[in-house]
């Protein structure tokens, strides 16, 4: 078993262990805070997350990572809502695999890279955000840090849409944990740091390859 993989143990999973529900679905994108009411052999029944005091629609079928962050355990696991259930509360049923993988925090290398790309900024209203136009200062297999005219409250989520290649476009949901302000900047004045949520092995695959043929890029040029 990969050294960041963990079995997922029914005595560690436990009725109102809190756990986040990341979504990365068209629509009800965004990361919401669940419980477990109910641990099964090969399920786990969640509470429906609420949004603004409204059922968030997940439909059945839905694609979702399912985050636990408590003193035991500390790991993320790719699931699928089975069923929704409205009695006695709203919850979902979701598959529970064998396995999860370990969060842990890493020391990723980061790389500079100007890449153009698009963002969404999740609204809590559940209105359509406009897409902004931003460019990329740095990236990581962790996070990016990129420019944009907007300013942006932390601890907010973003849909990020770019290219590391041709042909490599990729759709991310970011959380923001660092914004600061460049005086002398007029164009992109604002520096958001964002934190990748729920990325795949496919994904981080892509993203650490590129950072990987850049910095040896850079080497090669006697910038690093």
Not at 25 to 31: Q, V
Not at 74 to 87: A, G
Request: with cysteine; aromatic share 4%.
């Amino acid at each position: 078993m990969p050294e960041d993989e963990i079995y997922l143990l029914q005595k560690d999973l436990k009725p109102n262990l809190l756990v986040s529900i990341v979504v990365k679905d068209s629509g009800s994108r965004g990361l919401y805070q669940s419980r477990i009411e109910e641990v099964g052999e090969s399920h786990l029944m969640l509470a429906a997350p609420i949004k603004q005091g409204a059922l968030v629609a997940l439909s059945e079928g839905a694609n979702i990572e399912v985050q636990i962050a408590s003193r035991d355990l500390n790991c993320s696991f790719s699931s699928k809502v089975l069923r929704r259930v409205r009695h006695p509360i709203p919850m979902l049923l979701v598959e529970l695999p064998a396995k999860a993988t370990r969060l842990q925090r890493r020391a990723w290398v980061r790389v500079p890279a100007v890449l153009n790309l698009s963002y969404l900024l999740l609204t809590d209203d559940g209105s359509e955000p406009a897409p902004v136009e931003a460019k990329t200062i740095d990236i990581s297999g962790g996070g990016m840090l990129l420019a944009t005219h907007q300013e942006i409250n932390p601890g907010s989520f973003l849909v990020l849409k770019f290219s590391l290649n041709p042909g490599e476009g990729m759709e991310l949901l970011g959380r923001v944990v660092r914004v600061s302000k460049q005086v002398e900047e007029r164009v992109r004045p604002f520096r958001v740091a964002v934190e990748f949520q729920g990325v795949d092995n496919r994904e981080r695959g892509q993203i650490t390859r590129f950072v990987f043929e850049r910095q040896r890029e850079l080497i090669k040029r006697g910038v690093l």
